[in-house]
């Protein structure tokens, strides 16, 4: 018996020696059962066991299948849908820039920049 380094270790060990006298238990009283004849309860599967037997990765059914072919059909169409939206969002986003910069470029005889058209811009970056 190793000490245990921390609690979560110290805990390990106390449920994993309950479990293995509990199981030693039981199979103590089944054994007495036999010997005096008795009728022996059948035992329970274990619920946890890595048993491949019960259920092997080869052994899905064709709803499963079904059922994951349509979620990964549905991933598809939503991600096909998320890259459309964001194209239209950067055509929307690109043709504002461009009426923007055509008014903010123009310029007066002089060559001096037009202040309204820079104004307008900013209210419509605040609104």
Known sequence: NRRPHNRYEAKRQQIQSSLTTKARLKKQYFKLLEKEGLKVPERKKDVFSNNKSLNSGKEKTK??????????REKLEQQQQQQKEKQHQRKARAETRRKNKKAVGKKTSRGQPLMAPR???????IE
């Open 63 to 72: 709803g499963t299948k079904n059922m994951q072919q349509e979620k990964q």
């Open 119 to 125: 104004i307008s811009c900013l209210l419509e970056k």
